[in-house]
């Protein structure tokens, strides 16, 4: 999932003066399951809105199932056509995705977009995936050395590993020891003596925003590529 983080209620409450009438949109998706922007957080974040603004603003709340869709924004669309500003509670895709369907709108991040993770227990998630474009995972015992190694190495460890444990924080274990035990479990640890190729990252990486176009989908919908 994407996971997220509510932005302090001073900084909220900044951006949105001088709006006076106001919709705080949840997602139902995404940053319900990590408690940032589900329907409860909605719920207190615009209570405690009301509460700082008084009657500066007038505050409307809605969630919708994922903000990332057309066919859910558009369920919103009477609400957000009565407000000036939204205030979103998903991601920075969700943000934008209200800002591209209601351009009449402002759309504002109640969030601040952390990283795509996993819950680890309950109140705590950490980092999977950074989307490289290029996925090695078979490679490496299903675990990510470019989100879970502080190097990104791809050929690890580096010199830095203390007992199991990443030379920038004693927080983190060393990615590449993760790797090692989970092929070691696996009985496939012979796969590490297969180096890894240095990564054209310039060529995933650069030139604007990635699209992925799957023109068979687009076939189906009668469009051209
Ligand atoms: S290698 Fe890591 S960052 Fe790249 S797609 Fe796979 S999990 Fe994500
Ligand atoms: S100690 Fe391990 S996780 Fe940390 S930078 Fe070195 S290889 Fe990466």
Excluded at 63 to 86: P, T
Excluded at 139 to 166: E, F, W, Y
Excluded at 191 to 205: F, G, N, T, V
Aim: glycine content about 14%; overall charge negative; some cysteine.
């Amino acid at each position: 999932m994407i996971v997220a983080q509510q932005k302090p209620l001073e900084e909220i409450r900044q951006m949105v003066r001088g709006f006076r009438r106001l919709l705080v949109l949840g997602c139902g998706t995404c940053t319900t399951v990590c408690f940032a922007g589900g329907e409860k957080e909605v719920g207190l974040l615009s209570t405690s809105l009301r509460s700082v603004l008084g009657q500066e603003i007038e505050i409307e709340e809605a969630v919708v199932q994922r903000q990332c869709e057309w066919e859910f924004l558009d369920q919103v669309g009477e609400a957000v056509g009565r407000a000036e500003a939204v205030l979103s509670l998903g991601c920075g895709v969700g943000v934008q995705g209200i800002g591209e369907r209601y351009p009449g709108v402002v759309a504002l991040p109640g969030l601040n977009t952390a990283f795509m993770g996993l819950t680890e227990a309950p109140g705590i998630w950490g980092e999977r995936c950074m989307a490289c474009g290029d996925c090695l995972l078979h490679r490496t015992g299903g675990i990510c050395p470019v989100a879970r190694c502080a190097k990104s190495l791809l050929n690890g460890p580096c010199g830095g590993v203390q007992d199991g444990h990443c030379e920038i924080s004693v927080d983190n274990p060393c990615a590449w020891v993760l790797i090692y035990d989970r092929l070691t479990q696996q009985g496939r640890v012979e796969q590490l003596e297969e180096i890894i190729p240095a990564r054209d990252w310039k060529a995933s990486h650069s030139g604007g925003p990635r699209r992925i176009v799957r023109p068979d989908l687009r076939d189906m919908v009668g469009e051209e590529v």
